[in-house]
């Protein structure tokens, strides 16, 4: 049982543009959503996070949007930059339970 | 740099055996997080410890163990290795004891490999 998804193993992006990484989940008790980045070779960092309480989450070029309705939230990196190059895994988490990562997708960025 | 130290970085093994993954958290951190990552798979939550007690369990297999010493390291032992145990074993701490305010932070992984 799957219960974050994220449906694009990878994405391929132009130096300068917008990535948009995006993530589905199926629990409605979910209400703490987190991105990690992962580079190879490294473990997955923290990169931001959002309360189901809010609908939008800025980190200076990060912003993570949650629309509850619909159950999905994204993340948009703008302007992508070639470190930004790694894989991004989505999470959630419901009250005080574990988090739950989707299975991540690879982002490229190509100068 | 996490913080979180993790060994042996690599493990090339035969099916049948046991190893050990060892896990330091960071200095202050009281939970401890064990977490697989097979081929193309997401991170798939394992177990949790903290201050010594086990506090959560996932999709763990009664053929793994964990447990976390008095000086807060833990250690994940996987016995009867099977070819489908080869993954990624990632440890996270984080000072508190829910986890899930975002603030894990992982090590660099075992790469488990079985032959």
């Known amino acids: 049982d799957q219960q974050v998804k994220q449906n694009s193993p990878s994405l391929s992006v132009q130096e300068g543009r917008i990535s948009i990484l995006n993530c589905d989940y199926t629990?409605?008790?979910?209400?703490?959503f987190l991105w990690y980045k992962k580079y190879p070779a490294e473990g997955p960092t923290f990169l931001i996070s959002i309360s189901s309480i809010k609908d939008k989450n800025e980190d200076g070029r990060f912003t993570v949007f949650l629309n509850k309705s619909a159950k999905h939230l994204s993340l948009h990196i703008v302007p992508s930059q070639p470190g930004d190059s790694a894989v991004y895994f989505c999470?959630?988490?419901?009250?005080?339970?574990?988090?739950?990562f989707g299975q991540g997708t690879r982002l490229t960025i190509n100068p | 740099d996490s913080g979180v130290t993790q060994t042996p970085k690599h493990l090339i093994t035969a099916t049948g055996q046991r190893v050990t993954l060892r896990c330091s958290p960071r200095?202050?951190?009281?939970?401890v997080y064990w977490y697989q990552q097979s081929l193309d798979q997401g991170l798939q939550f394992l177990i949790q410890?903290?201050?010594?007690?086990?506090?959560a369990k996932g999709n763990i297999l009664e053929r793994f163990s964990a447990q976390q010493f008095p000086d807060l390291h833990s250690e994940l032992n996987l016995s009867s290795l099977e070819l489908g145990d080869s993954a990624l074993y990632f440890c996270a701490s984080s000072v508190g004891s829910s986890g899930n305010t975002g603030e894990l932070f992982f090590g660099e992984g075992s790469r488990l490999t079985v032959l």
């Open positions: 629990n409605s008790m979910f209400d703490y």
């Open positions: 999470a959630a988490s419901a009250g005080a339970q574990k988090l739950v």
């Open positions: 410890y903290y201050n010594g007690e086990e506090r």
């Open positions: 200095s202050g951190d009281l939970s």
